[in-house]
């Protein structure tokens, strides 16, 4: 299951209401890459993929393939907002190492 703090669920709740379609809510993935072996990917979706699991988190559906939702499961996603800018964080606690921009994990 991936949590979304009240901070990420905002921002997505904007994103999705500015956007020119319905969305239907997001996808996140652990996509291989990055500069430590996995690296996350989000974006919103109009609909579920085939195969895709849901999980929801503060009224907001949060799609993932199956391979993705074992690696981010128990992950939690933050929206931080600082003087370098701001931009979604993820607290994994699968994750045995990370980059230092957080972008990517192991």
């Given at each position: 299951?991936i ?15 500015a ?12 996509l291989?890459?990055g ?5 996350y ?11 895709d ?35 979604f ?7 045995k ?6 972008k990517?994990?192991?």
């Open positions: 299951m949590t979304l703090t009240d901070r990420a669920a905002g921002a997505i709740r904007s994103a999705m209401n956007a020119t379609t319905s969305m239907a809510g997001l996808r996140v993935t652990a291989a890459g500069c430590s072996g996995f690296q990917q989000m974006g919103l979706v109009q609909s579920a993929e085939p195969g699991l849901l999980c929801e988190s503060d009224g907001l559906a949060i799609f993932s393939d199956p391979e993705s939702a074992e690696r981010l499961a128990g992950t939690t996603i933050d929206y931080v907002e600082s003087l370098e800018g701001a931009g964080s993820f607290n994994n606690p699968q994750a190492s990370t980059c230092a921009c957080g990517s994990f192991c």
